[in-house]
């Protein structure tokens, strides 16, 4: 019995949710005027920033392993 | 349908978001569970999806909001109040915003309202005495409706306005009532010698403006809470007097013009005692600022360097030795100039740079904090 994700797989959602949250955290923005939105529009930019860190620290931990390995 | 019925129905509504977002939750939850029981990789994915955006539709809903016609209506009533009072006084002056030098507390506001126009500013030693009435000149102080405002722009932007200039206020209020609090759609600042024109574009506080324009001793006087806050915005950052010469709004409501003027204040002898205590007293606070910040950057770039030099050593032992992360860390240096002779290992000298790098920080966070 075992996680049945690698690194590897968690790192692929990753990238594919900060994409999703970060153009959508763009689109609402109030920058653009749009202040209808009853969201906390703060935490959605901070959520989708650290989303999109932990995706690259993954990048990271993949390259130095590359280097390592080389 | 009776009240308990209708307040019932609203909490259920309100409550929907909620249990879409618990429900993602848990079928996350058990979705991950079974994919760790199956080792199924597919389902896996979905749970950690499900249970990504459950949480995320928690943590970004709005701890509270209320309707724009509900606040204008609470605030309208006070502004009528003050409305009545100016039109019974029979009180003819433009309202004067006061800087902070004449008041006790920096954080406050006031604003003169003379009895005739043209009648000049009180003196400090007047202002101080905190009386609503004044004989000389003649007129009243009130608390501007903005203060409020005023003092949550200070909060959110962690900057006393008493420490910026305009060209601060020009950059940064813009930003901050359009992207942070939300107030407005646009805000145009824009300076011109000793005039200042605002352009506010979309405001929630459109309906609260031609309500205000009706009550001709606030609208281009007192200003509305949104034009009073940035007046006082404006009191603190040029440390002069300040009066809200004309408000214009357009048809629809959607934008609002006002020209705020800059009035060079009359300094009696007595001021400008008053105004070196008051330097004096921002001078020291800048002092305890800086040494302050200094102590915490101190502790943090101790902490950094010895953080770098432990990394550096991890990656040294690592690609020269092959050392596994455990013996370089709880590994005996004995011998070592590491050692320093009292047995030390790469594991202290992680933890003391960990710790100062942490008080460092702590410092500054907290530092920040008690300044808000």
Known sequence: MQFPLSLWDIS????????????????ISPHYGKTNLLIEK????????????????TVVIRIYEIIITS | MNLSDRARMRNRQRNLSETVAYALLLSGAIALMTSVFYSLS?????????????????????????????????????LKTVDQMITN??????????????????????????????????PVEEVAQEKVFLANPKGMCVTPPGLGLANLYENELRKDFM???????????????????????????????????????????????????KLPNICGSLGCPLCSSIAIALTRATGKPVIIEKTEVSKDGQTIETSFRLLEAIEPEVQTEMLLEEMDRLVRARVRTVLSNFASLLLTAFGSIILAWVGWLIWYDMTIWGKDIALIFFGSRTGEAISLGIGMKAIHYFLIGLTLLLIGLLTFLRRRRSKV
């Open chain 1, 12 to 27: 692929l959602w990753l990238a594919a949710t900060a994409i999703i949250l970060l153009v959508t955290s763009e689109l």
């Open chain 2, 42 to 78: 597919i389902l896996a994915f979905i749970g950690l999806g499900l249970t990504f955006w459950g949480a995320l539709l928690l943590y970004i809903k709005p701890a509270k909001y209320v309707k724009a016609r509900l606040l204008d209506s609470t605030v309208i009533s006070s």
């Open chain 2, 89 to 122: 006084l029979n009180y003819k002056g433009k309202a004067i915003y006061l800087p902070p030098r004449y008041l006790k507390d920096l954080k406050g506001g006031k604003a003169f309202i003379p009895s005739k126009e043209n009648l000049g500013i009180p």
């Open chain 1, 42 to 57: 703060k935490r959605l930019r901070n959520v989708a920033l650290t989303i999109s860190i932990l995706f690259l620290i």
């Open chain 2, 163 to 213: 420490e910026v200039d305009l060209n601060y206020l020009q950059n940064n209020l813009p930003k901050l009532l359009v992207e942070d609090l939300e107030i407005a759609e646009d805000l145009e600042i824009n300076i011109e010698d000793n005039t200042i024109k605002a352009k506010i574009t979309g405001s929630i506080n459109k309906d609260l403006c031609s309500e205000t324009k």
